[in-house]
């Protein structure tokens, strides 16, 4: 059996929309939401993350959480954790999105942990504010997240042994693709991790081919 560690983003990834489009085209907070985004090329993405966050200021939990539950999986990503866990691997979502969020999708797919975004809530609503603190790493040609999904992955990885898969679509994944065993850009909206990534699929029965034959040779050599 082949076991380590595998770190899967989760919006456009695990998911097939990222929350944060759902939450504010219901809510009406696009044009707030393009803005920022027009913005972002020119700001630390902690920073973006912490101006996104103020959106919700006031917005019930549930009202989050019952959003959050209508995404759909993306298509084969149940099957492909569970053929991860038959594997051996320690199953690990990480996101810049929020971590509470994140721990309702790993009950539903059988994920182990998850590492996101930290927000500040009272009486049940989020109060605008996030709590995380920065761990970035600073590696050449990151952004600067409030999430730092390699640090994130290091520590997994410490504690677990074995090889590291980490798979993602966007910037957020780009310091955890490049330093992983294996990397894999999942339907990329950055070119910079079509770059680093070891392989890159638009579907999970594509990962899981390129997984498979990664891991047979990968015994062969061990042999």
Same mark, same amino acid.
């Given at each position: 059996m082949m076991s380590g560690v595998a770190i899967l983003d989760m919006d456009g990834t695990l998911l097939s929309r990222r929350s944060i489009d759902v939450f504010c085209t219901v809510l009406g907070l696009t044009e707030k939401l393009a803005a920022i985004d027009k913005?972002?090329?020119?700001?630390?993405?902690?920073?973006?993350s912490e101006m996104i966050a103020a959106f919700f200021e006031g917005v019930p939990r549930h009202r989050? *959480?019952?959003?959050? /539950?209508?995404?759909?999986?993306s298509d084969g990503a149940d099957e492909f954790v569970s053929y991860l866990k038959s594997k051996g691997f320690f199953i690990a979502i990480a996101t810049d999105s929020y971590e509470f969020l994140a721990e309702r999708l790993?009950?539903?797919?059988?994920? /182990?942990t998850v590492y996101g975004n930290i927000v500040e809530?009272?009486?049940?609503?989020?109060?605008?504010r996030l709590l995380t603190k920065p761990r970035c790493l600073k590696i050449k040609g990151c952004r600067q997240y409030s999430t730092c999904k390699l640090s994130f992955m290091r520590e997994l990885s410490g504690r677990v042994g074995g090889l590291t898969l980490a798979v993602g679509d966007?910037?957020? /994944?780009?310091?955890?693709?490049? *330093?992983a065993d294996m990397g894999v850009?999942?339907?990329?909206?950055?070119?910079?991790?079509?770059?680093?990534? /070891?392989?890159?699929?638009?579907?999970y029965s594509e990962v899981k081919s390129w997984l498979q034959r990664e891991i047979t040779t990968r015994r062969c050599q061990s042999r």
């Open positions: 913005l972002s090329p020119d700001l630390p993405a902690y920073r973006v989050l *959480e019952n959003l959050f /539950d209508s995404i759909p999986l790993a009950r539903k797919i059988g994920a /182990d809530m009272r009486d049940g609503l989020l109060t605008g966007g910037e957020s /994944d780009f310091c955890a693709i490049s *330093e850009a999942f339907r990329p909206k950055a070119q910079s991790i079509v770059m680093v990534a /070891d392989t890159v699929a638009s579907n």
